[in-house]
């Protein structure tokens, strides 16, 4: 039996009074859903950041492109 692809959620959050400017946080957060659970009139689902010893610090790259400070 092979394990089914992780399932991805994206959170962006909006201010209410800038709607039209886009997401506040940059990048967004993506969580990894970890559970489900379902009555007949209710779906809960946990999700939450089980790869975090897998990420990337910092996940931007510092390269002289977009830091020319960097330049000796």
Do not use: C, H, K, W
């Amino acid at each position: 039996m092979t394990q089914p692809d992780p399932i991805i959620l994206i959170y962006r959050s909006y201010l209410s009074t800038a709607l039209d400017v886009g997401p506040e946080n940059l990048p967004p957060l993506e969580m990894t859903l970890i559970s489900v659970t379902a009555t007949p009139m209710r779906i809960s689902a946990v999700a939450g950041f089980p790869n975090l010893l897998d990420m990337r610090f910092p996940r931007r790259d510092f390269d002289l492109e977009r830091f020319p400070g960097l330049s000796p």
